[in-house]
Nanobody
């Protein structure tokens, strides 16, 4: 599965962005999906994840109430709506996929099998 993340950019603190993730050559409807991010000099960290049906979601504590993960299986697209952005949200954001029709939401890097190339999000103060 080849994933393509898009939607990143430069935004002022308090602003919003919506990231998208699509797949080439394969449907994402049977995959759990997640968003990770990596800031300069830091390890990649989990941000949000969603089960294959979209019924279950899981968020890293610092983004709860600000970010919303969703998916449209008819369009084979994963989204991350980011509101109330802060400078500390600045990072390269990656989407990831793991095959499995389960309500469990993977939230560790090692649990995911496929990764996108990342999209840069920069939040200015």
């Amino acid at each position: 599965v080849q994933l393509q993340a898009s939607g990143g950019g430069l935004v002022q603190a308090g602003g919003s962005l919506r990231l998208s993730c699509t797949a080439s050559e394969r449907t994402l409807s049977s995959y759990g999906m997640g968003w990770f991010r990596q800031a300069p000099g830091k390890e990649r960290e989990f941000v949000a994840g969603i089960s294959w049906t979209g019924r279950s979601t899981y968020y890293e504590d610092s983004v709860k109430g600000r970010f919303t993960v969703s998916r449209d299986n008819a369009k084979d697209t994963l989204y991350l709506q980011m509101n109330g952005l802060k400078p500390e949200d600045t990072a390269v954001y990656y989407c990831a996929a793991v095959f499995g029709r389960t309500n469990y939401v993977a939230h560790k890097e090692a649990e995911y099998d496929y990764w996108g190339q990342g999209t840069q999000v920069t939040v200015s103060s």
